[in-house]
């Protein structure tokens, strides 16, 4: 049985085959319409979800499989009912779970419990589903990964993680942009080091946004705090003033750069509106391959 809780889990070889897999769902959907016909699948959401919800519970629907969607009153995980108790029972109602929640413990525990494949739709360490969707657009808008300069300017989040991991697998430029005392951490800085001997990706950090966005094919940006973090808004405002995404930082770039965020963007902080409104802008396609790129991670792990 196979789940998809991160990235660093997968070979090369694996990611690949997974975005090879969205780009022949997202250009003959038809073909797959009935390809998960009599499956369940459950969405566990303790988080608030836009694309990430929508795209799982849409995608399975136009795979033919059946979606439900629990809200975090109805399951209350760890409170009403302990997540190893949660996990068997849904283990006997449905085909593969779908877990969007606040701790990444809660998304292993689930799994170490679980006879049913798990997706970990976002925990306060990773977003692995996001990511997939990030590979796809750029593979899409600019080709071969290994051969770009992608920057990604803020916080050492989820996002960032999973980030790091996937270009420290599949090659690369990655530089990750962000002001001291918000790093990504040092373990995923340590595991992607590893990876990056084989891959040959170049991982890197820097305290300049502007010196690091010089050249780049790809910038990329994420809110300055996450979900969780909305008591210190104001402070990491501050803290990262210097790191915003905007017209001076793009003539930075690359003519041809696009411009990414995994949305919902706070206009005017982390990006500002000429950017995420330019030509260069590659966002919304970035949104729309969540859809695809759910529906390959459902087919992977549910079609034999």
């Known amino acids: 049985m196979k789940h998809f809780i991160s990235i ?17 769902i997202k250009s003959d959907e038809a073909a797959y319409q009935a390809a998960l016909s009599g499956k369940s699948i459950g969405l566990i959401f303790e988080k608030p979800s836009l694309r990430t919800k929508t795209a799982f519970y849409v995608g399975a629907v136009q795979l033919g499989a059946a979606a439900i969607y629990y809200t975090p009153q ?15 029972t849904f283990s006997v109602y449905l085909d593969a779970v779908v ?26 360490f990773l977003h692995p589903s996001q990511v997939l969707a990030d590979i796809l657009t750029i593979k899409e808008a600019k080709g071969d990964l290994r051969k770009l300069k992608v920057v990604y300017s803020g916080d050492g989040n989820n996002v960032c993680h999973s980030l790091i991991y996937a270009f420290s697998i599949l090659g690369g430029s990655l530089t990750v942009a962000c002001p001291k005392g918000y790093k ?40 300055w705090a996450s ?13 990262f003033k210097n790191f915003q995404i905007n017209d001076k930082i793009l003539s930075a770039a690359k003519a041809d750069c696009i411009v990414m965020h995994c949305l919902p ?4 902080e982390e990006i500002t509106d000429s950017v995420i409104e330019s030509k260069n802008s590659a966002v919304f396609l970035q949104a729309e ?16």
Do not use: W
Request: charged share 30%.
């Open 8 to 24: 660093k889990n997968f070979s090369q070889k694996e990611i690949r085959n997974l975005i090879d897999l969205a780009l022949k």
């Open 74 to 88: 109805e399951i209350k995980i760890g409170e009403r009912e302990s997540v190893a108790d949660i996990a068997r």
């Open 99 to 124: 877990l969007r929640t606040f701790s990444h413990n809660t998304i292993l525990e689930f799994a170490k419990f679980s006879k049913i494949p798990v997706v970990n739709a976002l925990s306060d």
């Open 184 to 223: 990504p951490k040092q373990s995923v800085l340590a595991e992607a080091s590893e990876f990056s001997k084989l891959s040959g990706a170049k991982i890197c950090l820097s305290d300049s946004l502007v010196k690091a966005a010089s050249g780049a094919d790809v910038l990329y940006t994420d809110v």
């Open 227 to 239: 979900m969780g973090k909305e008591a210190e808004r104001n402070k990491r405002k501050k803290a």
């Open 265 to 268: 963007a706070h206009r005017g």
């Open 289 to 304: 391959n969540r859809l695809h790129a759910a529906k390959a991670i459902l087919v992977y792990l549910l079609k034999p």
